[in-house]
Nanobody
């Protein structure tokens, strides 16, 4: 059974950087695209970034372009989200998710239904 475990969240100040990680256990990680989503209280979960199975293709939500970078290390079964120039509006619980489609690289998903396994989330708070 595939499990995703996020880590690295915390409290930072505006303008700071933070890297969150997501490690997969119990299944095949390297053959699947991975995504990051986030959610704040009272709002729907929203797409942040995704990366194809080999790491060649990445896609980002407009509000994080140029600030966030998604990457993966298939040898470590881990996907990362490097967040720079953080803003208070980036405060949210960040979730990683595994694509439900095997081997997707060139059309990585941006919608929740395209992912079938989710982590428990890690809280990121940006506040002065």
């Amino acid at each position: 059974q595939v499990q995703l475990v996020e880590s690295g969240g915390g409290l930072v100040q505006p303008g700071d950087s933070l890297r969150v990680s997501c490690t997969t256990t119990g299944g095949t990680f390297s053959n699947y695209a991975m995504g990051w989503f986030r959610q704040t209280p009272g709002k729907e979960r929203e797409f942040v970034a995704a990366i194809g199975w080999s790491g060649v293709t990445t896609t980002y939500a407009d509000f994080v372009k140029g600030r966030f970078t998604i990457s993966r290390d298939n040898a470590k079964n881990t996907v990362y989200l490097q967040m720079n120039s953080l803003k208070p509006e980036d405060t949210a619980v960040y979730y990683c998710a595994k694509d439900r489609t095997f081997g997707r690289e060139w059309s990585v998903g941006r919608l929740e239904y395209e992912y079938d396994t989710w982590g428990q989330g890690t809280q990121v708070t940006v506040s002065s």
